[in-house]
């Protein structure tokens, strides 16, 4: 839902920009959601720490990458398909 409001808020930027800034909606909740089930309930869902960059095992820069190219793919369905107001 975030990335739809997103893309509709920001009707005219560039697909590019809009990965981008999906990518980084998705790795903040995935941060938020990690520090929780990982680290506070302590069930292990994902843990990146063998991966450089990572921040406590939750997110790292090789999954913001992958998460670009899925956003990528978003944005250009609603360049595509725009859904109307």
Not at 15 to 23: D, F, I, Q, T
Request: hydrophobic share 50%; net charge positive.
């Amino acid at each position: 839902m975030t990335l739809h409001y997103f893309n509709q808020q920001f009707p005219h930027t560039s697909v590019l920009l809009k990965a981008a800034g999906g990518a980084v909606i998705i790795t903040i909740y995935e941060f938020a959601v990690g520090l929780v089930v990982n680290l506070w309930y302590g069930w292990k869902v994902w843990d990146y720490s063998l991966l450089p960059g990572n921040i406590l095992g939750q997110v790292c820069p090789i999954f913001t990458g992958l998460w670009f190219f899925l956003c990528l793919g978003l944005a250009l369905v609603y360049k595509l398909y725009p859904h109307p107001r």
